[in-house]
């Protein structure tokens, strides 16, 4: 091709690359993954796997294992009661949960603020942390009586060590160079807190998030297998069918127990994903 040929022809125009819709399965991540036989085959071969080995331990242990089709009767026949007891439990996790979630924010946010609080507050944390919380669970009663209110501290008490550790650490988290510029803008204690130090601690506490909130329904159900005055619960209905030898319903509680977990774990997933929309946790 001679120059002047290549002045007269014209350039290639670079179509520009169209992204696939998040609702097509050629996109990385697909709205609709879940429908491909690799992301839904492994876990139900799992569950296959799991309920025959359940099956043969029901056929060899009927004392230890009921059979599935008894828990699934359970269920099916008692399935108010089972609802009934298991909004007590859900109300009593989520309550303590948020007691011991406003008072970990509070003073890890102190911790970070005052070495003086961190130095005196920390050691007790700790030992808080390692202390058997049924063993207390006695003395509450005794102290708060036989109401709601020991459970919901028992459940509080379970949740607030890992919010108060993650949310601190991630307070302290900012590099030091954000920090510098910041202060070079003449910026008080206060805007350091509110537009960088808890943005970066969200992603610390979501951590701790997704820890404590499955976590609180076994502080709650912990309280009312521990702390006299049960009323309800399903905490009281294990115990309550473990002394009249029920294995079913023992095991069907046991597994609205984990459905439960399951639930708030997906409930904090999904709440993360829109609040933490800006980070790299986000988009993986």
């Not at 948020?98 to 003086?116: D, H, I, K, N, R």
């Not at 905490?235 to 609205?256: D, E, F, K, R």
């Amino acid at each position: 091709m001679t120059v002047a040929e290549e002045r007269t022809t014209p350039a290639r125009v670079m179509e520009p690359r169209v992204e696939p819709s998040r609702f097509s399965l050629s996109h990385p991540k697909s709205r609709i993954a879940w429908i491909r036989p690799s992301v839904w085959l492994p876990l139900l071969v799992m569950l296959a796997v799991l309920a025959a080995l359940w099956q043969w331990g029901a056929e060899e242990l009927p004392y230890l294992l009921p059979p599935l089709s008894d828990v699934g009767s359970s269920l099916a026949s008692e399935f108010g009661y089972y609802v009934d007891n298991a909004m007590v439990t859900l109300g009593e996790a989520v309550s303590g949960l948020a007691m011991g979630f406003v008072a970990a924010f509070v003073l890890a946010v102190l911790t970070s603020e005052l070495p003086l609080v961190r130095r005196a507050v920390m050691p007790i944390a700790v030992v808080l942390n390692v202390t058997p919380l049924v063993a207390i669970a006695p003395a509450l009663v005794v102290a708060f009586g036989f109401g709601p209110l020991p459970k919901l501290i028992i459940a509080g008490l379970i949740c607030f060590f890992p919010i108060l550790i993650n949310t601190a650490a991630g307070l302290r988290s900012v590099p030091l160079q954000v920090l510098q510029v910041y202060q070079t803008m003449r910026a008080g204690r206060i805007e350091l807190l509110w537009h960088v130090r808890i943005p970066h601690a969200l992603p610390f506490l979501f951590a701790a998030l997704r820890i404590v909130f499955p976590l609180s329904i076994v502080g709650a159900v912990v309280a009312e297998m521990s702390a006299a005055g049960a009323t309800g619960g399903l905490g009281t209905a294990i115990s309550v069918a473990s002394s009249m030898n029920q294995l079913p319903v023992v095991y069907a509680s046991i597994l609205v127990l984990a459905v439960m977990g399951v639930l708030l774990l997906l409930v904090v997933t999904l709440v993360e994903r829109r609040v933490l929309h800006w980070h790299d946790s986000a988009h993986n």
